[in-house]
């Protein structure tokens, strides 16, 4: 699903270079739950993004379902995205003036989805999210556990083949986390493949593969013995 060879990435402010990314090679069949750790300011977030198209390596390549990502023009790149990726953030994203049902329907939208489906699809993810009681809500009127399954409902609204989340837990309790990653992990089971970016080790132990990033490298790669978040909630 996805493979990147020798990916190099680097930051430029003023005369300084931060090499950032410095040779990354793995890749992600279908089906996997793997997360990405490492310290704070390792590459993480810089590697997801890279991964989700919304920034560019400086040398190296990606290929996402077949396809090489590279040179695409901005219009083509959002057509990609749209149709391979979905995103869950650490501080959810949600549009604040927009009832839950409206922020999960929106990137449907953007795709040229007509109103009536829209709404289905969006009120169709907010009940697999268990959140169908509260689609009128606005974002302030919901915890943020119930934020993020809203932004795991839009990020699953468009069908996406691959979902990246960069720290979904990070803003969370233990006890709304475990219950975020239950939901993750039921995504999963059903074959969709999903990516998560965190700096804690017990959610790190919910997926089923540990990548290690360090001063820009991997330096493990492990398939763990997964724990059952709903065990733990
Ligand atoms: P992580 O997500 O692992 O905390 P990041 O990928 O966000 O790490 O950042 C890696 C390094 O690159 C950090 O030192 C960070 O300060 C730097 N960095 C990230 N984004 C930029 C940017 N747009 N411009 C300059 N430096 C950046
Ligand atoms: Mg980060």
């Known amino acids: 699903m996805i493979e990147i060879k020798d990916l190099n990435k680097s930051y430029k402010t003023g005369n300084n270079s931060l090499h950032v990314l410095k040779g990354i090679n793995f890749s992600v069949k279908e089906g996997e739950l793997v997360s990405i750790m490492g310290s704070s300011g390792s590459g993480k977030s810089t590697l997801l993004n890279i991964l989700g198209m919304l920034d560019e390596a400086d040398s190296g390549s990606y290929t996402l379902d077949g396809t090489e990502i590279k040179n695409l023009n901005e219009k083509i790149a959002a057509q990609y995205r749209?149709?391979?990726?979905?995103?869950i953030f650490q501080s959810f994203n949600l549009i604040n003036y927009k009832t839950a049902v409206d922020n999960v329907a929106l990137p449907l939208y953007y795709q040229n989805v007509n109103r009536?489906?829209?709404?289905?699809?969006?009120?169709?993810?907010l009940e697999k999210v268990g959140l169908a009681d509260w689609s009128t809500h606005l974002p302030n009127q919901l915890s943020g556990g119930q934020k993020q399954r809203v932004a795991i409902a839009r990020a699953l609204a468009s069908n996406p083949k691959v979902l990246l989340a960069d720290e979904p837990t990070g803003a969370l309790d233990t006890k709304t986390s475990?219950?975020?990653?239950?939901?993750?992990?039921g995504i999963n089971d059903e074959g969709r493949t999903i990516l998560v970016v965190t700096h804690e080790p017990d959610i790190a132990q919910m997926t089923k593969r540990i990548v290690m990033l360090k001063d820009g490298l991997i330096i493990d790669d492990t398939v763990v013995n997964q724990v059952k978040a709903a065990a733990h909630v």
């Open 82 to 87: 749209n149709k391979f990726l979905g995103f």
């Open 116 to 125: 009536k489906e829209r709404d289905e699809r969006a009120m169709h993810y």
């Open 178 to 185: 475990y219950e975020v990653m239950d939901l993750i992990q």
